[in-house]
């Protein structure tokens, strides 16, 4: 494979983005006044988490979807503080927020979303069919009420005849759709894995032997991602099953995402995919074992110590 990929330009897309909006008391008491030890607000969505690891690299992207309200506007002013590029299609009504309540066990209260209506779509399409050969768009997460089912294929219809690069990263019946259009890469992980081809995975040979299930339908690179254990990348050429850093895990969520961001990293740069699979693990690993997304000195770190963690699982 050539030394480094000529990218014009990254775009991540997040149908649903969400201010996460974080609160830690002592204890929680439902039906009483709870009052916070400290709470904090951050920008949520998976493809914003992708754009957000990427700025932490140094690397650019143009993050796209749906912003509304002051909840949109908040999100675009905290990618800009970061440098990162914002294509969002402005809509009526609140982007949502997700309050998280952290007391002991964490709750969390998920806001649906404002309504998009066809005309929003249609102007997400036509940025969209800008895209060219030389870009890489990435699609993540579930399609929201708010959305048709079927909005990751109609963008890769649409785009089809540009030849961009695409990775998908999101849920069974959704992902097996977009297969038809050759991704470059899916990031499914083990459970959603099993849920695509209604198995029980038992052991490594059949975690490979299912991985390979999406070769077969069209998807040019699969990361199975396992968590603690780590991830299996699979191709036409190369199965490596590696395991990961070990740490204390402190915020799983934007693991996955700051995965698929340290694999896009590395394989812009060098184009090696090998190198690419293992610089997305030790970015999930160190967004994982921090409060926050991954930084580049966190992931430097980890890969120092690569030949300690990367053969075993």
């Not at 830690?24 to 009483?32: Q, S």
């Not at 299996?232 to 895990?249: F, R």
Request: aromatic letters at 6%; proline letters at 3%; a negative charge.
């Amino acid at each position: 494979m050539k030394k480094g990929l000529y990218i014009g330009m990254i775009y991540t897309v997040t149908f649903s983005p969400a201010v996460d909006y974080v609160m830690d008391v002592k204890e929680l008491k439902v039906g009483a006044i709870n009052r916070s030890l400290g709470e904090h607000a951050m920008p949520g969505g998976k493809g914003i988490n992708v754009s957000i690891v990427l700025a932490n690299f140094g690397t650019r992207s143009i993050a796209t979807g749906f912003l509304g309200g002051f909840t949109g506007q908040y999100i675009e002013d905290e990618l800009k503080k970061m440098n990162i590029n914002s294509g969002f299609i402005k809509v009526d009504g609140l982007t949502r927020i997700n309050v998280k309540l952290r007391g002991g066990e964490e709750t969390a209260i998920n806001g649906q979303g404002p309504h998009i209506t066809d005309e929003k779509i249609e102007e997400l399409m036509k940025q969209l069919e800008k895209l060219t050969s030389d870009d890489l768009l990435v699609i993540s997460g579930t399609v929201p009420k708010t959305l048709p089912d079927n909005i990751y294929e109609t963008i890769l219809e649409r785009i089809k005849g540009n030849n961009v690069r695409v990775i998908i990263d999101s849920t069974k019946e959704i992902l097996l759709k977009t297969l038809r259009f050759h991704p470059v890469l899916v990031k499914p992980n083990q459970e959603e894995l099993e849920e695509m081809f209604g198995v029980t995975i038992h052991n490594n040979d059949e975690l490979i032997e299912n991985a390979k299930k999406l070769l077969t339908l069209g998807a040019q690179n699969v990361i199975v991602s396992l968590g603690k254990h780590g991830a299996l990348l699979v191709n036409d050429k190369e199965t490596i099953l590696s395991g990961c850093p070990q740490g204390k895990v402190k915020n799983t969520v934007g693991a996955g995402d700051s995965l698929v961001a340290g694999f896009i990293d590395e394989y812009i740069k060098t184009g090696n995919i090998v190198m690419a699979l293992y610089k997305g693990i030790a970015t999930g690993s160190a967004s994982a074992c921090s409060e926050n997304l991954a930084t580049k000195e966190e992931v430097q770190a980890l890969l120092d110590k690569l030949e300690d963690w990367k053969g075993a699982n």
